[in-house]
């Protein structure tokens, strides 16, 4: 229920978008994100600061990417994200007297410091790269960045709804346009399963790891 609970901005952004586009599911994401920040305030009368910064992040890049018309604001969201989330994992590293890593774990399991501080680098590079890999997707590997460049050319408008395309084209200009969502579509795709797999399988790394360094709890020693 936990996992449903922090992932219910990205599946409502999902959702929302397989029926009305990318800015619908924008404004369905940063709704969901504002309400997740209300309900913890709610429960625990206090938020996490990443969560705060999570919320500052979408309300920003998303409200840009409503008010500008251009889904490329949105897009870069999760590689900041996930940035900031290195950035928190890399400075427990000196900040605090245990890294981020075993504030989170370390009542449930126990291993060496240095497995720790080990285990805390890897997670802050997993999501400094997991960042840049947002971008390559977003900016090679979909190709939705040269597709949206070549539709804004032909048609020399500065901003396309890509949910609408047959409302708004014709012939070539109605093709390229199509292309452009389609390109768009493997992104949203990726957003969603792809991060989420790539995060599972570094979970099931991390288990795995940790599995052949736990430390068994001492037993008593019965006396006379």
């Keep these: 229920m936990k996992i449903l609970f922090d992932l219910l901005p990205i599946i409502l952004f999902f959702v929302v978008y397989k029926f009305a586009g990318i ?97 805390n680098l890897t997670w802050a590079l997993f999501f400094g790269v997991l960042g840049l890999t947002n971008l390559f997707v977003v900016y090679w590997a979909s190709g939705f960045y040269q597709a949206q460049h070549a539709l804004l050319q032909a048609t020399g408008k500065d901003a396309i709804d890509l949910a609408a395309c047959a409302a708004q084209f014709s012939d070539a200009l109605l093709a390229l346009c199509n292309e452009a969502h389609v390109r768009e579509g493997y992104w949203v795709n990726f957003k969603l399963f792809g991060m989420m797999g790539l995060t599972l399988l570094f979970v099931v790394a991390q288990a795995l790891y940790l599995g052949r360094h736990i430390e068994d709890e001492p037993t008593a020693v019965e006396t006379d």
């Design 23 to 119: 800015y619908w599911a924008t404004g369905a994401a940063i709704a969901a994100a504002a309400l997740q920040v209300a309900w913890v305030w709610w429960r625990e009368h206090r938020v996490d600061k990443l969560l705060l910064a999570t919320l500052g992040l979408i309300v920003v890049f998303g409200g840009l990417t409503i008010a500008l018309r251009d889904p490329i604001f949105v897009m870069w969201k999760p590689t900041l994200v996930n940035w900031l989330f290195g950035a928190a994992f890399l400075g427990s590293q000196w900040i605090g007297e245990r890294p981020l890593t075993q504030r989170m774990m370390g009542q449930a399991i126990t291993v060496p410091a240095p497995v720790w501080r080990r285990l």
